[in-house]
């Protein structure tokens, strides 16, 4: 089931607003924040509209954390961060997303909760597209091992 009013739904304008599609999971979809603080910012959005973790089955639960669980594998090894920040909120926007921002011990809001967008860096389109292929070689590595 999607939401026409959705970004995580319908993708291409609304997502582009604040986020860079990078590819589907099992039963997520993988997203590059667009707001770039924390190097590396992705949401891991899950791929029917819900609300909750709990209007899912245990098996989709299962493995919608173990699509976190990858995208987090991924970002520790293409940005090495010295701690993952997992958040999942959602007060207006009533799609099952997890924020994962990584954190360095010398950056930007270390110690601190994160911002949910602080508006300080943005990249260009090629920066972007860089990152997400880092991302998506990262994950079919992972794919690979397994």
């Known amino acids: 089931m999607k939401d026409n009013n959705c970004a995580y739904c319908m993708r291409g304008e609304l997502l582009d607003k604040f986020g860079i599609y990078v590819c589907d999971l099992s039963v997520s979809t993988l997203i590059l924040f667009r707001e770039q603080s924390h190097p ?3 949401i891991v959005a899950y791929k029917d509209h819900v609300s909750e973790i709990v209007d899912i089955s245990d098996d989709e639960r299962n493995a919608f954390f173990d699509d976190v669980n ?3 594998v991924a970002i520790h090894a293409v940005f090495g961060p010295d ?3 997992y958040g999942a909120y ?3 926007g009533c799609h099952l997303h997890v924020h994962l921002v990584p954190k360095y011990r010398d950056g930007f809001e270390w110690g601190g909760v994160f911002e949910m ?3 300080k860096v943005t990249l260009t ?3 972007y597209a860089e990152m997400a292929e880092k991302l998506k070689k990262a994950l079919e590595r992972k ?3 397994e």
């Open 40 to 42: 590396g910012r992705c």
């Open 70 to 72: 990858r995208a987090a």
């Open 83 to 85: 701690k993952l920040n």
């Open 90 to 92: 959602g007060d207006t």
């Open 117 to 119: 967008n602080p508006g």
């Open 125 to 127: 389109e090629a920066e």
């Open 143 to 145: 794919d690979n091992t």
